[in-house]
């Protein structure tokens, strides 16, 4: 599932994309990926794509939260957590310092941070 959510965000041009390995650090899911759009427009179309790829591979009970406003959406796909943020809403919210991940270097679509 981690490598579907990494090529549909991929495919979508995603901006500094994140992914944090849980292991050993919360029970909530195996892997946190974080990943910034331009606009509301492009996390929007992030979110759905993503949507519609996790249910076309089968998962069940994906959650989405935040598509009205498109600043911060959340996607719950079980062991995938997914957030898509503006890139002001993300530096404001700062997950990857509260997961005590390295922030992406300009330029960098992956960066791993394990337990």
Same mark, same amino acid.
């Given at each position: ?8 965000? $991929? $495919? ?14 919360? $029970?909530?899911?195996?892997?946190? +990926? ?29 959650? +989405? ?7 911060? +959406?959340?996607? $719950?796909?079980?062991? +995938? ?35």
């Amino acid at each position: 599932m981690l490598t579907l959510v990494q090529k549909s965000l $991929d $495919d979508d041009k995603a901006q500094e994309t994140v992914t944090i390995d849980l292991a050993g650090k919360s $029970d909530i899911a195996d892997f946190l +990926v974080i990943a910034s759009g331009t606009s509301q427009r492009q996390v929007g179309a992030m979110a759905v794509h993503l949507r519609d790829r996790l249910k076309s591979s089968g998962i069940k009970g994906i959650a +989405v939260e935040g598509m009205n406003q498109s600043d911060w +959406v959340l996607i $719950d796909a079980g062991d +995938v957590v997914v957030h898509l943020f503006r890139p002001e809403v993300r530096e404001f919210y700062n997950l990857e310092k509260m997961w005590d991940a390295p922030a992406p270097a300009n330029g960098d679509t992956q960066v791993r941070a394990k337990a």
